[in-house]
């Protein structure tokens, strides 16, 4: 299947924040602590330094993701679908590889790009992995307590 990346464009974000997979909605509610998605997404475009969407060919976005430098070494790094991103998992592995190792090349002080995920969310767990980072023990976080995942990707992991 073919697939765009590109900026996000308007209409894209109420998309999906009415079209998140049920993972997606799980680890929103326990960031936020509430389920008003689209102010969600709209602050994290607003506040990051790049952020782009995936879409199937022909298709509305399947995944939104972002990048915002908050140290010298560091950089956040964050990400959501549609149920639609299971229809281009090599695809979508490739393409975060190659954004990483780019992200990593355009700031060459960033040695990590770091977040954290929902305990529950084991697909995107497994997403990570294959784009080579390292998962930590879970921490209990956000407004309601619950565990998440933090997780980092090392500069070495993309030879840059």
Known sequence: MNYEIRGVRE????????NLRAADVRELMATYGHTRFLSGLQR???LSEEAQVGCPSGEP???LWGIRQF????ALIWAC????????????TE????TFKRW????PSVEYLMNFTHESNTAH?????????ELLPPLPMGPLGENFVPFTIRRTKYNV
């Open 44 to 46: 994290s475009v607003h």
């Open 104 to 107: 990593f090349e355009e700031r």
């Open 81 to 92: 679908g549609t149920p639609a991103i299971f229809k281009l998992p090599k695809a979508l």
């Open 61 to 63: 976005p399947a995944m």
């Open 125 to 133: 767990h497994r997403w990570l992995r294959l784009c080579g980072a």
């Open 95 to 98: 393409t975060t590889r190659s």
């Open 11 to 18: 209409g894209d974000l109420p998309y999906l924040a009415e």
């Open 71 to 74: 140290t010298p070494r560091a």
